[in-house]
T-cell receptor, first 107, second 113 residues
């Protein structure tokens, strides 16, 4: 069946460094959503991408949807300790979640 | 506005016991779903519903039952608990099945011994 793969599984960065997580699907996605889960918390919706090649920004976060609508990325510029958590992508009507990238930021 | 409310927060069961995880939302959302979260596995969809009276299976439905008699409530039943069902369970709702964000409950941490 369809799967959404997410890499890397873990990322440790020094505060101020950049961070990127990638989401790849074996099939074309109608849309992709990104969520953030703080340690001990529940996933919280960040953004949705729908159009091929779409780029959206939220302050230090940049989200991209690939031209073929099979991959997506989340880039954080100059990480802060408040960015700590696990970032998930979800494709095709929230049916398939990626396994998540756990981000740790050292102050 | 309470959003999505899950009960209980924690539960310990013995193998073979049954129980119901409760989920209620007050946002008049049509779509509701249950996920389980295991370390390194992300969120896996168990069952979902696109409206009252309609339910369907997700990726990992075995061992679980659901019903949707009202728009607000979407309980998840474990028929005969197994250690493999030890997990964190999240209920989530959204306005529609597609193109709308999921709102998650705080989760239920279930341990089966």
């Amino acid at each position: 069946g369809q799967q959404v793969m997410q890499i890397p599984q873990y990322q440790h960065v020094q505060e101020g460094e950049d961070f990127t997580t990638y989401c790849n699907s074996s099939t074309t996605l109608s849309n992709i959503q990104w969520y953030k889960q703080r340690p001990g918390g529940h996933p919280v919706f960040l953004i949705q991408l729908v159009k091929s090649g779409e780029v959206k920004k939220q302050k230090r976060l940049t989200f991209q949807f690939g031209e073929a609508k099979k991959n997506s990325s989340l880039h954080i510029t100059a990480t802060q300790t408040t960015d700590v958590g696990t970032y998930f992508c979800a494709g095709q009507g929230k049916f398939y979640f990626g396994s998540g990238t756990k981000l740790n930021v050292k102050p | 506005n309470a959003g999505v409310t899950q009960t209980p927060k924690f539960q310990v069961l013995k193998t073979g016991q049954s129980m119901t995880l409760q989920c209620a939302q007050d946002m008049n959302h049509e779509y509701m779903s249950w996920y389980r979260q295991d370390p390194g596995m992300g969120l896996r969809l168990i069952h979902y519903s696109v409206g009252a009276g309609i339910t369907d299976q997700g990726e990992v439905p075995n061992g679980y039952n659901v019903s949707r008699s009202t728009t607000e409530d979407f309980p998840l039943r474990l028929l005969s608990a197994a250690p493999s069902q030890t997990s964190v369970y999240f209920c989530a709702s959204s306005q529609t099945e597609y193109n709308s964000p999921l709102h998650f409950g705080n989760g239920t941490r279930l341990t089966v011994t």
